[in-house]
T-cell receptor
Framework: DAKTTQPTSMDCAEGRAANLPCNHS???????VYWYRQIHSQGPQYIIH???NNETNEMASLIITEDRKSSTLILPHATLRDTAVYYC??????????????FGKGITLSVRP | DAGVIQSPRHEVTEMGQEVTLRCKPI?????LFWYRQTMMRGLELLIY????????DSGMPEDRFSAKMPNASFSTLKIQPSEPRDSAVYFC?????????????FGPGTRLTVL
């Protein structure tokens, strides 16, 4: 699976958009980009994933550059409850025989009032 | 749906004791995962099951650790004997599998402290 690079931390004001970057310059054509987050004292939570096209769901939007070497997770209106560690994970779609999500250090997002 | 259920939420035990952690996956999910999280090592996959069969246990640290899944709605992770270095938060997760295999739903975790 391709390696990802994320800043250690960032902050944003409540109500503003939070844009979380992720670099994955060695990504292969069949690798997906997944985002998870972990709020303090809770289990990780799936947010969104994508392959080539931009994706949006009720939680966030995922913007993947045309060359697929980087992506941005966007929380359109951050709230205090979005304060968490956000993990960007790149991997080939699992077939079941090699399912292993590897969580790196992630980026700590702090939303300030 | 209640989500993934884990018990107990907190466990404090003494070195040498047996510890059993329990997990109930989301109904209909074919995959179940056990993870361990520590400050030093982050989140690590220990073992995962597909249709109650262990597929990959390469992350299990040593023979003191064992995991079972007797049926589709229940799994256990056992540590015998426990050691202080086993202190961590243990998470169970489940997934529908197929193209959504990497969409995993995590439980609240069990915080284990071994004295």
């Amino acid at each position: 699976d391709a390696k990802t690079t994320q800043p250690t931390s960032m902050d944003c004001a409540e109500g503003r958009a939070a844009n979380l970057p992720c670099n994955h310059s060695t990504i292969s054509g069949n690798e997906y980009v997944y985002w998870y987050r972990q709020i303090h004292s809770q289990g990780p939570q799936y947010i969104i994933h994508g392959l080539k096209n931009n994706e949006t769901n009720e939680m966030a939007s995922l913007i993947i550059t045309e060359d697929r070497k980087s992506s941005t997770l966007i929380l359109p209106h951050a709230t205090l409850r979005d304060t968490a560690v956000y993990y960007c994970i790149v991997r080939v779609a699992s077939t079941g025989a090699n399912s292993k999500l590897t969580f790196g250090k992630g980026i700590t997002l702090s939303v300030r009032p | 749906d209640a989500g993934v259920i884990q018990s107990p939420r907190h466990e404090v035990t003494e070195m040498g004791q047996e510890v059993t952690l329990r997990c109930k996956p989301i109904s209909g999910h074919d995959y179940l995962f056990w993870y361990r999280q520590t400050m030093m090592r982050g989140l690590e996959l220990l073992i995962y099951f597909n249709n109650n069969v262990p597929i990959d246990d390469s992350g299990m640290p040593e023979d003191r650790f064992s995991a079972k899944m007797p049926n589709a709605s229940f799994s256990t992770l056992k540590i015998q004997p426990s050691e202080p270095r086993d202190s961590a938060v243990y998470f169970c997760a489940s997934s529908p599998g197929g193209v959504t295999l990497d969409t995993q739903y995590f439980g609240p975790g069990t915080r284990l402290t071994v004295l």
